[in-house]
Structure formats: structure tokens, C-alpha cells
């Protein structure tokens, strides 16, 4: 699995897209949860890296999870 920020942010813009027809309030949620069960240790330290240095790329929601899900890392 590529730990390349491209790449990264396509999928976790995927997985934001997937969500974005779930109910509101569930999506944010809907992508951290996601994020958190099924990508490694290598992936999330990488995009945490992209996240921090300004998240270009991201949709607003998915970046939105993706700060929740660090600040819980941390």
C-alpha cells in the first residue's frame, strides 16, 4: 500500500464520498471510524503529516475526521 500523500488523499476523499450520503451527523464520524479500522500505522502517520501541513487536496469533511482522529491519537 502506497504511503504517498497523492494517494492517500485520493482514497480518503473516497471514503469521505462514500459517507457523504449517509445522515449529516454521521459523517464525519462515518469516515474517522473507517479511517481508523482499516488503514496501518504507516498510512495514518503520513496522512497526520499532510493533515498538518495544511491538508491540500482534502474535503473539508474528510480533513474535519482526519483532525478529530489525531487529536484522539495523540
Do not use: C
Not at 17 to 25: D, G, L, M, Y
Not at 31 to 53: E, G, N, Q, T
Request: no cysteine; aromatic share 8%; charged share 20%.
Amino acid at each position: 500500500m502506497s504511503t504517498s500523500p497523492d494517494n492517500l488523499v485520493y482514497m480518503a476523499n473516497q471514503i469521505g464520498t462514500f459517507f457523504k450520503s449517509q445522515k449529516p451527523e454521521t459523517v464525519v464520524p462515518g469516515i474517522a471510524d473507517h479511517i481508523k479500522k482499516f488503514w496501518d500505522p504507516r498510512m495514518l502517520r503520513s496522512i497526520y503529516a499532510h493533515v498538518d501541513a495544511g491538508g491540500a487536496g482534502l474535503d473539508p469533511q474528510v480533513l474535519e475526521a482526519l483532525q478529530s482522529l489525531k487529536a484522539k491519537a495523540a
